[in-house]
C-alpha cells in the first residue's frame, strides 16, 4: 500500500514538473514550450506612424513546429522570422516545437482556444491540419509558410519556389568542376520537388552537361543520415557542389564534405556565411519569411487578413543573395549576379 | 552496373559499420537489461539525453572522450528514474519507459536551448578523430572496413564475445539471468534480486547514454534535437530479432545498418524510383527475417514482470 501511494506521488511529481514547464511558456500544449523574453518586452510597443484601430489590445502569434527551434537551419530561421516580424509589429510570441504529425491539429487547436490571434504554420505538411482547424475557429488567424490555400482567415505565404531553386542551380553549375550536383531532401514536400526540379533546370541553363543526384533522408533532424547520403555521393558518384531542402540533415552533409576538398554546399534559407565561417558553404539563397509574416500581421491589425497568398520573390526583396565565401571567383561572382537580375526579370527561367 | 565495383563495396560496408554501431551499443544496453526482467522502451529518450551530455561536455571541454563517459553518466542519471520506479515501487516497465521517451528529449532540448540560444547554425564541437589499427588496417577492403574507426566502434564489437562469455560461462552472468528468469528462484538462492535489477539498470543506461554520444562525438559535430531519429526503438526491436543473445543482437544490428545504407545509395543511383520505397527496405528485411526465423523461444521468463518480495 505504501508503495502503491509512493507510486502516485511520483506520477504527480513528474505531471506537476511538465505542468511547471508549461506555465512558464503560458501555455500547457506540450513540454518544451517556451516564450522569449525578448519579444514579450517589445510587445506593447506599435510601430511608428501608423494607427492601429485596437492599439490597446496586445496581439498574439503562436507557431507550431515539426523540428526543433533550434535545428540550425529551417526551425531557426522561420521561428527567428516570427520574432522579428512579432517585434516590429508589436505581437507576443509562442511557440511549440517537436511535434509529430499526429499532434500538429490538437496544437493548433488548443492554440486558438488559448485566444491567439494569429497561428503561424511554417510549411506545406501542416496544410491539411490548419484547414480543418480553421474551418472551425474563424476568428483566428492563419498563416501557412509554402501554402496554396487562400480562404476567409487563412493567408499562404510563398517564396517562390522556382525562383530559388533556379539561384541556387545556376550557382552551382558555375562552381561544379566535376559536372555532378547534388541535391538532399527532408521529405517529399511540394515545395521541395519544385526546388529539385527548378534547381536541375537552373544547373542544366548554365551549364547543360551537368548531371543532378538527390536522395530523401525522410527527416528533417536525422543529421547523420545527412552525412551519409553526402559521402555516398561525393565517393560514389563525384558530387562537388550539393544544396539541399532538410535543415539540420544539410548540417550533416555539410560535416562529410568537410571532409573531403573543393566539395561545396549551398546553404538556405537563412544567410548562413554571415554569422559563420565555413569552407564548404560557398553562398545562401535567403528567404526574408520575417517581411512577408509582417505582412500578415499589418493585414491582422486592420482587418483585412484572408482571402490572399503573400509571394516572395526576387523583385520583392523576400529573396535575396547572401553572402559569398573566397572560394566563389570575382569572374564567378559577377556571372552569377548578371542571371540572378535575369532570374528576377523571368528572362532566365524557361 | 559500373558502380558495382571495389571502392562501392567498401564504401558500403564502411558505412554499414558506422550506421550499425549505434544501434548495436544501444541494442547492448537492452539486452542487459531485459536479461534481469527489465524491458526498457525508453532506449529512445536515454540516447536523447546521452547525445546532449556527450555534446555538451565535449563542447565545453574539446574532448570527446570526455563527452562519451559524460553521455554515460547522463544515461544512467536519466535510467535511475525508471530503475526506481519499476524496481523499487514495482511500477508498470512501459509506462515508464515511454514516460522517459517523452521526458528526457524534452529535457535535452530544454537544455540545449537555455545554453545555446537559437542561432541560425548550429554549434559545433571536436569530433573524435579515429584510431587505425597499425597493420591490419592496410589490408585491402576487409582493412578499412574493420579497422578504422573510433575506439568505441571497436569497443562495442568486443563488447559482443564478451557478453556472450559473460552470459553463457560465468556465474555471475548465470545469477544476472536467474533474475531474467526466475526471480524467486534466484532470491531463494541467495542472489539479491533488486541489487541485480539495479545493476542491470545502471549497465543499460551507460550503454545507451553511450550510444547516443556516440552520435554527437563519433558521427557528427552538433546536436540538435530529433537527432536519434528512433534509433533506440530499432535497437529495441534488434534484441527480439537477435533473441536475447549477444551474436544475435550484432546480426539485427549489422542488417539493419547494411540496408539502410544500400536504401541510401539506391536513391542516389536511381532518383526516378519513389524514395519512400527504398525507404522501407531496412524495415521489410526485419519484418521478413521475423517472419521467416520467428520467436520460438521467447525472452527470459520474468521479462517486464515488477518483482515483490513478499509476494507468494
Known sequence: ????????????????????????????????????TAAAEGS??????????????????????????????????????????????????????????????????????????????PGNQYTDAVKEVAADYPDVKFALLNGTVETENIVSILPDAQQIGYMAGALAGL???????????????????????????????VNPAVEVFSAYAGSFSDSAKGKEIADSMVSMNDVDVMFGDASAVDSGAREALANYTDRFDIG??????????????????????????????????NGTYGNKTIYGNLSNGSLSVGTFSDKVTDDIKTKYLEYIEQIKDGSFIK | MDFLNMTFLQELLLSTVRMATPILIVALAEL???????????????????????????????????????????????????????????????????????????????????????????????????????????????GPVFFKH??????????????????????????????????????????????????????????????????????????????????GFIALSAVIFGRWMPGGVLIAALLFGFTDALQLRLQVLSSQTPYQLLAMIPYICTLFVLAFFGIKKAGPKANGKPYFREER
Open chain 1, 44 to 121: 506593447t510597443e506599435t510601430s511608428g506612424s501608423e494607427t492601429t484601430p485596437a492599439a490597446d489590445k496586445t496581439y498574439k502569434v503562436a507557431m507550431i513546429l515539426d523540428s526543433s527551434i533550434s535545428d540550425g537551419g529551417w526551425g531557426a530561421a522561420c521561428y527567428n522570422a516570427m520574432v522579428s516580424a512579432a517585434e516590429d509589429s508589436g505581437f507576443e510570441t509562442l511557440y511549440t516545437d517537436g511535434l509529430t504529425t499526429a499532434d500538429f491539429t490538437s496544437s493548433i487547436r488548443s492554440y486558438c482556444d488559448l485566444g491567439i490571434d494569429l497561428i503561424f504554420a
Open chain 1, 268 to 301: 538556405q534559407p537563412s544567410d548562413i556565411l554571415a554569422t559563420q565561417k565555413s569552407e564548404v558553404v560557398i553562398g545562401s539563397v535567403v528567404t526574408d519569411n520575417a517581411t512577408m509574416l509582417k505582412l500578415c500581421m499589418e493585414d491582422l491589425k
Open chain 1, 175 to 205: 562552381m561544379t568542376k566535376t559536372g555532378k550536383l547534388g541535391f538532399i531532401g527532408g521529405m517529399e514536400l511540394d515545395t521541395t520537388k519544385a526546388k529539385l526540379a527548378n534547381y536541375e533546370a537552373g544547373a542544366k541553363a
Open chain 1, 1 to 36: 500500500m505504501r508503495k502503491k501511494l509512493l507510486a502516485i506521488a511520483m506520477t504527480v511529481a513528474m505531471v506537476a514538473s511538465l505542468a511547471g514547464c508549461g506555465s512558464k511558456a503560458n501555455t500547457n500544449t506540450s513540454s518544451n514550450t517556451a516564450t522569449p
Open chain 2, 150 to 231: 573510433t575506439i568505441i566502434v571497436y569497443i562495442a564489437y568486443l563488447l559482443v564475445p564478451l557478453s556472450y562469455i559473460f552470459f553463457q560461462k560465468t556465474k555471475a552472468g548465470l545469477n544476472f539471468r536467474a533474475v531474467g528468469e526466475y526471480p524467486k528462484a534466484a532470491e531463494s538462492l541467495g542472489i539479491n534480486v533488486v541489487k541485480q535489477k539495479y545493476l542491470a539498470c545502471i549497465i543499460c543506461g551507460a550503454l545507451a547514454g553511450v550510444g547516443g554520444a556516440y552520435l554527437t562525438t563519433c558521427y557528427i559535430s552538433t546536436y540538435t534535437d530529433g537527432v536519434v531519429s528512433g534509433r
Open chain 2, 32 to 142: 542487459y537489461s531485459e536479461r534481469a526482467g527489465q524491458v526498457n522502451i525508453g532506449l529512445d529518450g536515454i540516447m536523447a539525453f546521452g547525445a546532449l551530455a556527450g555534446f555538451m561536455v565535449c563542447y565545453i571541454t574539446g574532448n570527446p572522450y570526455l563527452g562519451l563517459l559524460a553521455g554515460a553518466a547522463g544515461g544512467i542519471l536519466i535510467n535511475m528514474v525508471y530503475a526506481f520506479c519499476t524496481i523499487t515501487l514495482g511500477a508498470e516497465q512501459i509506462v515508464y519507459g515511454m514516460a522517459i521517451n517523452i521526458f528526457a528529449p524534452a529535457i535535452a532540448s530544454f537544455i540545449y536551448k537555455v545554453y545555446f540560444g537559437i542561432s541560425s547554425t548550429l554549434a559545433q564541437a571536436t569530433l573524435m578523430t579515429p584510431m587505425p589499427i597499425p597493420f591490419l588496417s592496410k589490408i585491402p577492403l576487409i
